[in-house]
């Protein structure tokens, strides 16, 4: 097809904005373009060159562009500027100018097919090293010289990285749809269905066009192409969570983390994905090197929570830690030591030559606990199956002690396979909200003290805290803290404690977590954190709220207060945590369930 023709195309696409009249357009288009130039439009008319995951992007600087277009009109870049500032669009300004130009807007007679031009732009794309900017400004000159004035129009806009057609990808598989099965109502869900398991449109709509409807047979999960996610619907409570999965699921830790696909070849080197398909790898060397280790099955394609772990206690991180790391290309060696990252595995879609995607959701985790040989960086998603409220209630409270934000509840019924890009209720999620940091700082007791692990090595990493408990005269713990300390606090807190060191847990003390190291209440640190939660854990004001749960303060930090003017009974009490822990109930009331995904 001639580029010219696809080009009219577009110029339609842009005078309409109905949804309908665009799928008919590019309906019309796809039935035209032979088989093989098919993947190559259907790319342009997203503005793509590959499918988003392989990451090749169009977008040349305007500067290049102009000095492009010049060379091609044979005119001063300088008038191409000026130009500019009065239409204000270099694509405009190209129409224009070649509109003006010496073929008169007829184009020089040369004109291009859509291979051509498609093959140009991805030489532009993938220029790189020394004299890469003088070949593409050569080899953009060359696709403009010659071209008419809508050609000029989207090839400048094409390469600006701003085609912006407003085609989406549902009205790419409609139109697709419309043009391969015509008529065919029960069409559209296979096709979709192709595409969530390539990620791939171009794919797509070529095996459409070679093969009709049989042709998606041929697309399979493949290493090294991802796969859309399955994603969860929520749910307000876990009442509502077992009724919607008629009483029992296995609930998993909901890991406050980065969702990575990783596929595993049989040889060579491994590959991560993000949730929205970006590849990753470069930012997690140690997880490249560690998984053809641990997957003993290849090749394999598994999907994971990453989380970030304080290099100190060991203990998981909220996700802002781990965002550091996303999207870093220098510096690689320091934040690996900074956020070190360890990864939760909740899934396999593919392994061996056996493709999962298809069993229930049982068969999938037994089959990812066959081929995982589990190390401290790469293990299991903790998960349990339960059959009552209570039991599921426990585990909530668990999975939030142990720092991850909530529960998914996975259905276990027949029909509970792997629903590439689809939302539904196979998969349930329900966390708290821990945005809104607590108004107070609460003081607590040190009552024990952990051994420090990495850079704290050889010194405490983390201490117990309690809050004290006027009824019962007991010190109760809520946290574990082990953030905000700097290294000279660090060193001076043996010192401090040393008065209050006991060889057992002292009679006063409540907590149902054993430290290294006991101490007798005495000293007092300011803390804050994002927020109560109810815990099995911790026993502070234990039972107040709920029977069989204390309350535990999520992500503590020490404020680098040292309440030497406070006692151990001046400490924050049971009491006071109940009245934080009712107004932060009433703000969530108020504010209501945000996600943020
Ligand atoms: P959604 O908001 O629908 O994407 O679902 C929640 C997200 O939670 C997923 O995309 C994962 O990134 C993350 N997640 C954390 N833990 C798990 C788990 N055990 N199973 C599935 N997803 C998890």
Redesign the pocket.
């Known amino acids: 097809m001639q580029f010219a023709e696809l080009v009219a195309t577009y110029d339609k696409l842009a005078a309409t904005t109905k949804r309908l009249e665009m799928r008919q357009i590019l309906a019309e288009l796809f039935q035209r373009l032979p088989p093989d130039e098919i993947a190559e439009a259907v790319y342009l008319s997203q503005g793509l060159l590959r499918p988003e995951f392989e990451g090749i992007e169009l977008g040349v600087a305007g500067q290049l562009a102009r000095r492009a277009l010049a060379d091609a009109l044979g005119i001063p870049e300088e008038k191409v500027a000026q130009h500019v500032r009065q239409s204000g669009d270099l694509g405009t300004t190209a129409a224009e100018l070649a509109a003006g130009g010496p073929s008169g807007g007829e184009g020089a007679g040369r004109t291009s097919t859509v291979r051509e031009v498609y093959a140009a732009l991805l030489a532009i794309a993938t220029a790189s090293g020394d004299g890469s900017q003088k070949k593409k400004i050569e080899l953009l000159a060359e696709v403009l010289r010659g071209a008419g004035p809508s050609e000029a129009k989207y090839l400048t806009r094409l390469v600006l990285g701003q085609l912006r057609l407003g085609v989406g990808t549902q009205t790419i598989l409609d139109s697709l749809a419309d043009a391969f099965a015509p008529g065919d109502k029960a069409a559209r869900l296979p096709i979709e269905n192709a595409y969530n398991v390539s990620s791939d449109l171009g794919l797509v709509a070529t095996s459409l066009a070679k093969d009709g409807l049989p042709g998606l047979q041929g697309i399979h999960l493949q290493v090294g192409r991802p796969i859309r996610?399955m994603?969860?619907?929520?749910s307000p409570d876990l009442v509502d969570v077992l009724k919607r999965m008629d009483g029992g699921a296995a609930l998993?830790?909901?890991?406050?983390?980065?969702?990575i696909q990783a596929h595993i070849p049989a040889t060579g080197p491994a590959k991560l994905f993000s949730?929205r398909l970006e590849e990753m790898s470069a930012q997690f060397p140690e997880l490249i090197e560690e998984l053809p280790k641990v997957i003993t099955t290849r090749p394999a394609i598994v999907?994971g929570?990453c989380v970030s772990v304080s290099p100190e206690t060991g203990e998981l991180q909220p996700f802002q830690e781990i965002s550091r790391r996303r999207g870093r290309k220098y510096d690689l060696e320091r934040m690996q030591a900074e956020v070190p990252v360890r990864l939760?595995l909740?899934?396999v879609l593919l392994a061996g030559d056996e493709e999962s995607a298809e069993l229930d959701f049982p068969a999938r985790r037994h089959r990812l606990e066959k081929i995982l040989a589990p190390t401290d960086r790469v293990q299991l998603?903790t998960?349990r199956v339960v059959a009552s409220v209570e039991e599921a209630t426990a585990f909530f409270d668990e999975s939030i002690a142990d720092g991850?934000e909530g529960v998914?509840a996975?259905s276990l019924a027949a029909g509970s396979r792997y629903r590439a890009g689809a939302?539904g209720f196979w998969?349930i999620?329900y966390k708290r909200e821990y945005t809104i940091s607590l108004a107070d700082s609460i003081d607590g007791v040190v009552v024990g003290a952990f051994h420090g692990r990495g850079r704290r090595a050889g010194a405490f990493g983390a201490f117990l805290l309690a809050t004290y408990n006027r009824q019962s005269d007991l010190y109760e713990t809520f946290c574990k803290a082990g953030s905000g300390f700097d290294d000279a606090q660090l060193a001076e807190m043996p010192k401090r404690l040393e008065r209050f060191r006991s060889p057992e847990s002292p009679k006063n003390v409540s907590s149902s977590i054993v430290p290294d190291q006991w101490f007798r209440p005495g000293l007092v640190l300011e803390v804050r954190g994002a927020e109560l939660s109810l815990s099995a854990i911790h026993r502070a004001a234990f039972g107040a709220v709920r029977p069989g749960a204390g309350f535990a303060l999520r992500f503590p930090r020490f404020t680098g207060n040292f309440r030497e003017d406070k006692g151990p009974e001046e400490a924050t009490t049971a009491d006071e945590l109940v009245k934080l822990y009712t107004s932060q109930v009433r703000h969530h009331a108020v504010e209501g369930p945000g996600?943020a995904?």
Request: charged share 50%; glycine share 6%.
């Open positions: 996610p994603l969860a619907e929520r998993e830790y909901k890991y406050d983390g980065l969702r949730r999907e929570e939760f909740f899934d998603a998960q991850c998914m996975k939302r998969w999620k996600d995904g």
